[in-house]
């Protein structure tokens, strides 16, 4: 009978064993699904351009250097059928873009769009996707061209960032003319670039050096700040201290002076 209960305990531990590891592996497998779900989630709102009403997406806006009709047009294109398009048009030489602003924490993220142009001029900044600091931009495409797809990468560090998205004509001090439709707009965080991938970003490097260099070194402040502080106590204890006997007769001289004017 010892025997039998013996085998009965050493079957149910090994049960309850196996039940466990089982149960391990599920839960591993079930966290770095949803961790990579996580990672592959599209940040963009609207990035398939699917929601909106009358000619504007929703979470999108526009805007353009020279924002008049008759320089700069932007459209939303929706399709029962394929995938919805935004549209914009540069009918003068600008700087034309629709945009979304997104507050993003620290790591790498894939900044992707498909496109396709119509007579983009080939001299300045052609149709990118962007975010709108000092020149981060995909590779900018020209002239006229079938859907492609473009991307950058962006590197985000500290406590995170705020940026703004922008489907694009032209840039900053280049401005060009033509059409650009986009359409499957995307951010998604990501490990870290592919090896070799092109082109790639540092957004605090980037802020760092637009940031204005102070005037003067840490050596003249402090040194300025320790003159300006002997100065301030030797004021004190001249004007203002009676037990500090070697100005007094000083201070008394002047007092006579004064009385007999």
């Known amino acids: 009978m010892d025997m039998i209960a013996y085998l009965h305990s050493y079957r149910r531990r090994r049960a309850i064993l196996l039940c466990a590891v089982f149960l391990g592996a599920m839960l591993a497998a079930v966290s770095t699904t949803c961790r990579a779900a996580a990672e592959q989630k599209n940040l963009l709102l609207n990035g398939d351009f699917a929601k909106g009403s009358e000619d504007q997406p929703d979470l999108w806006r526009t805007e353009a250097w020279i924002n008049k009709p008759d320089a700069f047009l932007a459209h939303w294109h929706s399709y029962p059928d394929k995938p919805s398009e935004l549209e914009v ?22 900044l992707s769009v498909d496109l396709r142009t119509e007579n983009v001029g080939a001299k300045e900044s052609g149709a990118t996707i962007s975010v709108m600091e000092d020149g981060i931009m995909s590779a900018d495409i020209h002239g006229t061209t079938d859907w492609q797809r473009v991307t950058l990468y962006l590197k985000v560090g500290g406590h995170g960032a705020d940026i703004d998205v922008a489907l694009r004509i032209g840039g900053f001090g280049s401005l060009n003319t ?32 637009g940031a204005p260099a102070p005037i003067g070194s840490p050596i003249s402040l402090a040194f300025t700040f320790v003159a300006l502080a002997a100065i301030a106590w030797a004021g004190w204890r001249i004007f203002g201290d009676d037990d500090f006997r070697i100005f007094n007769t000083f201070r008394a001289a002047m007092s006579g002076r004064s009385n007999k004017r």
Do not use: E
Not at 89 to 110: E, H, I
Not at 189 to 195: C, G, L, Q, Y
């Open 178 to 209: 033509g059409k650009a439709f986009f359409r499957n707009a995307s951010l998604v965080r990501i490990d870290a670039p592919p090896p070799s991938a092109t082109p790639t970003y540092d957004l605090n490097a980037i802020r760092q050096q």
């Open 89 to 110: 048009d540069n009918l003068q030489a600008d700087d034309g873009r629709w945009m979304q602003s997104l507050t993003v924490q620290p790591g790498w993220y894939q």
